[in-house]
């Protein structure tokens, strides 16, 4: 039998990776944030000088990029650049290096190898769409635009990083409109995946559902 995995998509600080993070957590799954691949791809393109048009040389990057996830740090070539990663300007060139089809392929390999027993949460834009087509379970999280910048700036300031809400707010939407326009893995719900809106929802309350819906279709599967 396959490996189950659960995927979980949505737009830019719609809270899916807190939410995927915890239903791992709470299932004994691995875990895998594919948009800190992305995010990588685009510091080590930054830190390079790589134009972010130059689509041979960023798949070229995303093929060997030298990453290692250790517990909520991600060492790139030996430093450890979780901080750097979650800047805006990583952000943005992400949504910028993701547009390329090649990029994408290069890292489509290195998600599927997060796919180990017992079983494997991915948030992103495309898990349910793209990467593992044959999830158990596809979970699209949608939020208003106002509370995700509202989240997405409390999280930098957490993270001690300066933040400018309005900024933010503006940042986000671009990103979300390249995300959704691009050709190629555009953010899009799978046709098969459930929807979730959850603005006023507390995480508590989104994780319960989530492990609802995965416990309803293990019921399912077995009866
Ligand atoms: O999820 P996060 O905001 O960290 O992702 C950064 C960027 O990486 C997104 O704006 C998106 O363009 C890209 N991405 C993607 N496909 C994924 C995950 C992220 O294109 N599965």
Known sequence: MSVPVIAIDGPSASG??????????ALGFHYLESGALYRLVALASLRTGLA?????????LAETLDVRFSGDSV?????????ALYD??????????????????????RQR??????????????????????????VFLTASADERAR?????????????NLRALSRDLAARDARDTARAVAPLKRAADARALECS????????????????????????
């Open 200 to 223: 006023s929802l507390p995480v508590d309350a989104v994780v319960e559902t989530v492990l609802n819906w995965w416990r309803a279709g293990q019921r399912g599967a077995s009866g």
């Open 88 to 109: 805006e300007r990583c952000g943005e060139r992400a949504s910028r290096v993701a547009q390329h089809p090649a990029v994408r392929s290069a890292l489509l390999a």
């Open 151 to 163: 989240r997405r700036y409390n999280q930098l300031k957490q993270k001690g990083i300066h933040a």
């Open 75 to 83: 060492v790139l070539d030996g430093e450890d650049v979780s901080l």
């Open 52 to 60: 972010p048009d130059d689509a041979a040389g960023l798949a070229r």
């Open 16 to 25: 899916k990776g807190t939410v995927a993070k915890r239903v791992a957590q």
């Open 113 to 138: 190898g997060f796919r180990r027993p017992p079983g494997l949460v991915a948030d992103g834009r495309d898990m349910g769409s793209v990467v593992f087509p044959d999830a158990a379970l596809k």
